[in-house]
Structure formats: structure tokens, C-alpha cells
């Protein structure tokens, strides 16, 4: 059975694990179903302010056209 020789050091193996451990994903959009316009999945539209077809909050005027 193969056996290291030398222990492999903290920085080796934390810079092995990084790529897989610390990968950010990119966010799930979901087109809003009151204006279409792309948002995050289970938050409020930053472009009208609906969730779940309701009306949470007053868009704000950097988003309004």
C-alpha cells in the first residue's frame, strides 16, 4: 500500500480544497411574474417590488423607468 512520505502541509491541502469548498455559484434567476423583469429566486423584485404576486415594498425611484 502506498504511503506519503512527508505529511503534505496545511497551505497544500487548503489550496487543493479551495476549488471545490469555496467556489461561489452564480445566483438562480427566475423571471418576476409581474414585470418580467430577471430576479433571485425567493426575494423581492428589486424592479417593482412584488413577491408571490403581492405587493412587499415600494420600488425605489433608481428602479423605476
Given at each position: 500500500m502506498a504511503v506519503p512520505k512527508r505529511k503534505h502541509s496545511k497551505s497544500r491541502t487548503r489550496k487543493r480544497r479551495s476549488t471545490y469548498y469555496n467556489a461561489l455559484k452564480a445566483p438562480q434567476l427566475m423571471d418576476c411574474s409581474n414585470c418580467g423583469n430577471p430576479k433571485v429566486m425567493h426575494r423581492v423584485c428589486n424592479h417593482c417590488?412584488?413577491?408571490?404576486?403581492?405587493?412587499?415594498?415600494e420600488p425605489s425611484a433608481e428602479y423605476q423607468l
Open positions: 417590488g412584488h413577491y408571490r404576486g403581492r405587493q412587499i415594498v
